[in-house]
């Protein structure tokens, strides 16, 4: 949270990549593989009107859920839940910049470049009839 604070984009990215660097090796992968996933949806938005913003607004709460004592007025609190929600959106936008290029490629293959999807009512992959 403390990186948003800083004066320019480069400082903020600096510093988060210094936090980045103390979480334990699994914590990390799983960052980076989720903010891959979150910016591949965001390059979607016109599609999907999922961009940065809904999306940090939607997962940022349970992926950075700072310590909250239930007495703190509602305006506190929401106040911390809007930094969270910043520091997502930015970490989603960035994430190229923070954890390397390659980050920001899909982690999957797009279904528009395979023949096979999943079947949803049975979980299991089918070949499409086109």
Not at 111 to 122: I, K
């Amino acid at each position: 949270m403390q990186a948003l604070e800083k004066p320019s984009k480069q400082e903020k990215i600096e510093e988060l990549k210094e936090v980045a660097d103390k979480l334990p090796r699994p914590n990390l992968v799983l960052l980076k593989h989720l903010l891959s996933l979150l910016h591949h949806i965001s390059q979607n938005a016109e599609t999907n009107r999922m961009d940065s913003s809904n999306l940090a607004i939607c997962v940022g709460p349970n992926m950075l859920s700072p310590e909250t004592d239930n007495t703190l007025p509602l305006e506190v609190q929401k106040e911390m839940n809007d930094k969270v929600t910043v520091l997502v959106e930015f970490l989603i936008n960035n994430c190229s910049e923070i954890f390397g290029e390659d980050i920001a490629l899909p982690v999957c293959a797009s279904a528009e470049e395979s023949p096979e999807h999943t079947d949803s009512s049975t979980g299991t992959l089918s070949r499409s009839s086109k």
